[in-house]
């Protein structure tokens, strides 16, 4: 796996340096493994940036997944409150509790009870804590929030020194330990500068508030003896607990397959050379009315008639708006949904915040289990974030599906004489792109469809008229005439013109053909006269012939009997 934020590193543990996994979805592939196991790692942020709830993540997951119970020390909170909490990420702690695989042990400091007065130390604090590491076996410990304590004690040395005990302690035990902080002004990591002994790792979590959108952002500022990721990288705090994005593999190493699927218009899949791949992703882009959404319906029922699952997320329309519109155009979506092959899901492009919204589309995926899956008008996603912001985390998106073996299909829409340039850049990203595009003539506007490309396979350079009935979606024949492609009432026409040509061509041959027909009669009749005549012509000659032969041989006999008689005579 390549680095996400260096662009060099492995996926795994960096060699020679043990790490201690969170369980934290996307955190192992940005921090190469986890956690420096064993040694200290500072979680750093502003209140309300999360920081307590990934160091509960942390210890929850390790004793659920990895064998690793863990303690909890808070100086702020219950036990209750913290339970409560922890909750909210989907985790009940109260099981792990009483199988002795987690302890919380809370410590509140009450700065109007505390008189610092000569030397003191930690001493009790040490004891209670390793009292909770014993009676659970603890791998893992975290410390929440370690200020408290320089800000109640108030002398800075004596607890600095303290604080370097304690964690000398819990280094030579072997101890993952995670020490929460708050950010100090001024760009200082924390209040009092405690990331000097406590740097192993250091951990930066903020939250920000652009045009009314909340977005939690997670960078590695510090990895002693490890590569890592030194990007900031967006975070989600949801009821499945902490999501690190990018939550995909961040190489190119997805299977290309082979395999054709049909689109559900013919004639498309003939333009295709046979159809689209499957786990491709299908980018189809127009102004508005070009039947971009048509389109990829008919994708969604195809997929459906084969009998696979399909996801069909709308970022404008709502599920009955779908599958009313579709219907108008005999697309049945509701058999697909109640046979369970389909799901809609639709919500506005600023309910949430990018991060959130690939999220949700990850769980999705994850849930449906579909084989293809639409994102209908993600153009509407730039209402949250920069082209810059959506372009990445569509790619995000487009990475999450084609890693996973989807075919993906998504819409976007075009403006003006930008038709060949989508409204998010992401063109560059797909396999296979589809242009809709209306025109204008005779008073009347009119579809066409390009490929514009399509990756891997041969594909027609022709224009198609694009045309949505109420049997569906169509290509249709190509129509030139003499100022180029035909299309809507020109083409009409223009068939209009053939076919009448045709007629008053089929009506020429008939007449010819009448006429030969006539004449061969005639002609036939003029030949059987003829051959009347010869025939008369050669019975008058054989007669003639007869006639005077019977002559000579009468002329013959009468010399023969004169010629006795004369002979007889005295």
Known sequence: MQDPGTGSGSGHQSAGLAKAPTGIRGFEAISHGGLPRGRPTLITGASGSGKTLFAMEFLVRGALQFDEPGVMLTFEESAEDIAANVRSLGFDIGELVARKRLAVCAMPIDPSEIITAGSFDLEALFVRLERAVDSVGARRVALDTIEVLLTCLGNEVI????????????????????????????????????????????????????NEI??????????????????????????????????TAVALTYPAATERI??????????????????????????????????????????????????????????????????????????WIDA????????????????????????????????????????????????????????????????????????????????????????????????????????ERNRLLFVIKSRGMAHSNQV??????????????????????????????????????????????????????????ATAAQIAALQGELEAERVAFEAFVAEEYRRQQEQSRDRSGRERQGEDAP
């Open 214 to 247: 909340s977005t939690r952002r997670l960078r590695i500022v510090k990895y002693r003896g490890s590569v890592h990721a030194t990007n900031e990288f967006p975070f989600l705090i949801t009821d499945r607990g902490l999501t690190v994005l990018p939550i």
């Open 340 to 443: 369970g092959l389909l799901t809609l899901w639709a919500e506005r492009a600023t309910a949430h915040g990018l991060e959130e919204h690939l999220d949700r589309l990850d769980r999705l995926l994850d849930d449906f289990q579909p084989r293809m899956a639409a994102l209908d008008a993600m153009g509407s996603l730039v209402q949250i974030g920069s082209r810059r912001e959506v372009t990445a985390a569509l790619a995000r998106q487009i990475d999450l599906m084609k890693g996973r073996g989807i075919t993906a299909v998504l819409t976007s829409l075009t403006h003006g004489e930008e038709s060949e340039s989508s409204a998010v850049a992401v063109s560059s990203l797909t396999d296979t792109w589809l242009l809709l595009r209306n025109v204008e003539s005779d008073g």
């Open 262 to 335: 049909s689109s559900g218009i013919e004639r498309l899949d003939g333009m295709l050379g046979g159809g689209i791949y499957r786990g491709s992703t299908v980018l189809i882009s127009g102004s508005a009315g070009t039947g971009k959404t048509t389109l990829v319906a008919h994708l969604i029922e195809a997929a459906c008639r084969r009998g696979e699952r399909a996801l069909f997320l709308s970022y404008e329309e709502s599920p009955d708006q779908l599958i009313r519109n579709m219907a108008s155009v005999g697309l049945e979506l509701q058999p």
């Open 464 to 521: 198609r008229e694009f045309v949505i009935s109420d049997r569906g979606a169509e290509l249709l024949d190509v129509a030139l005439g003499p100022e180029g492609v035909l299309t809507g009432s020109a083409r009409l026409a223009h068939e209009r013109t053939l076919a009448s040509a045709a007629a008053r061509l089929e009506a020429e041959i008939a007449r010819r053909r009448a006429l030969l027909a006539r004449q061969e009669s």
């Open 159 to 210: 607890v600095r020194g303290e604080l370097s005990r304690l964690f000398r302690r819990l280094k030579q035990r072997g101890l993952t330990t995670v020490v929460t902080g708050e950010r100090g002004r001024a760009g200082d990591l924390t209040r009092f500068g405690i990331e000097d002994y406590v740097s192993d790792c250091v951990l930066v979590l903020d939250q920000r508030v652009d």
